[in-house]
């Protein structure tokens, strides 16, 4: 599966995702780096069909206002250290592929994972 991860999240994220065996980028990584808009994340996740992962509800509203980007993790676990941020996608990663591979959005909060129809 392949990622983009939001600039609000840490790069650690990225590179957790790489070695479960994704193609992850973080926002650091493009050109624009962190100051890399909402709207240019969207194109790069639809031109390669990447998940976005934010915490950054503008891309929600996005997704059901004008269906973009192409899939969506929206993360709503609120201030988390990194480490159990980590230790949350190392715990349901499975279940991320598996509901991202038929689903466009999933809300993970600390607790669930949420298919949002």
């Known amino acids: 599966m392949k990622f983009i991860v939001d600039a609000q999240l840490p790069k650690l994220l990225a590179r957790l995702l790489r070695d479960l065996g994704h193609d992850a980028v973080h926002t650091l990584e ?3 780096h962190n100051r890399t808009g ?3 994340i969207s194109k790069i996740s639809i031109n ?3 998940v976005v992962i934010s915490k950054d509800s503008d ?3 996005s997704y059901f206002g004008k269906k973009e980007p192409y899939k969506l993790l929206f993360l709503t676990c609120g201030n988390i250290r990194n480490a159990d941020l980590l230790q949350l996608f190392r715990r349901n990663i499975a279940a991320i592929e598996l509901e ?3 689903a466009d959005v999933v809300e993970m909060n600390r607790t669930a994972l949420i298919v949002i129809q």
């Open 48 to 50: 390669e069909q990447r």
């Open 100 to 102: 991202l591979s038929s």
């Open 30 to 32: 493009l050109p624009a």
């Open 59 to 61: 891309f929600y509203d």
């Open 38 to 40: 909402d709207d240019e």
